[in-house]
């Protein structure tokens, strides 16, 4: 499929987890990539996504929106529950890093472990699970740590604490779960050469398959369309 993917980015390090990962599972795919570091800087500061930090993030679509994509993924997890918000304002689909993750980790594991960097992403995450697992009727157990100084570290240039860090989690996580959810696409690089007990689970994959899936059903659509217009 030649199709043109916008990519909406918080942080740096978040964007070559999404290149390998549109390598690996939408190699003929088109990426945009669109940054705005201020966005994640402004949600460690106050905890949560203020109304001027969201404008900043639909502003980053619209630069997306003006390169015409296909379609919109958001790699910083904090924006998931906004979603269902955002998309109606464009004419493409705009998915979320975490979403189709969190799904898999509900199906897959009653004891979920989540390890956030970020202060916003770690109670956001937790909600989005205990979310659907009511919407599925499953009983399971969260447990969840966010370590902010990790995310320092990573901006200090201290890689080998911040991997250090999340590891550590991860390991004591692993002992009570089953699964383990990475919040931030950032993190991935902590799990190079780590072997953990349990799955862990990352946001990039399943979220651009989920995009990818959408695309091929609105060609399909669009396709069949034209037929029953000729006919």
């Known amino acids: 499929m030649n199709a043109r993917i916008g ?8 964007i070559a987890p999404m290149k390998e990962s549109l390598k690996k599972f939408a190699g003929k795919v088109q990426s945009l990539h669109f940054l705005d570091e201020g966005i994640i800087e402004g949600v460690n500061k106050s905890g949560t996504v203020t109304a001027p930090l969201l404008k900043r993030l639909l502003q980053l679509i619209e630069k997306a929106e003006e390169s015409k994509v296909d379609g ?7 924006f998931t529950p906004y979603i269902e918000k955002i998309e109606p304002y464009f004419n493409f689909p705009v998915v979320s890093v975490d979403y189709a993750m969190l799904e898999k980790a509900v199906k897959i594991g009653k004891h979920i ?9 770690g109670p956001t995450t937790t909600k989005i699970i205990k979310d659907i697992a009511q919407q599925r009727k499953k009983e399971i157990n969260v447990y969840t740590e966010t370590i902010t100084e990790a995310t320092e570290a990573l901006l200090e240039g201290k890689v080998h604490t911040h991997d250090v860090l ?6 004591e996580l692993s002992e009570k779960c089953d699964v383990v959810v990475i919040a931030q696409l950032s993190m991935i690089r902590a799990l190079e050469d780590f072997h953990s007990p349990v799955p862990i689970l990352t946001g990039g994959e399943t979220s651009i398959e989920n995009l990818v899936e959408q695309l091929d059903f609105l060609n399909n659509r669009e396709k069949e369309n034209e037929i029953h217009e000729l006919i």
């Open 7 to 14: 990519i909406i980015h918080a942080t740096p390090n978040a």
């Open 72 to 78: 919109v993924v958001l790699s910083c997890s904090s």
């Open 113 to 121: 472990g989540v390890v956030a960097t970020v202060a916003a992403a």
């Open 166 to 171: 999340i590891r550590q989690k991860i390991q």
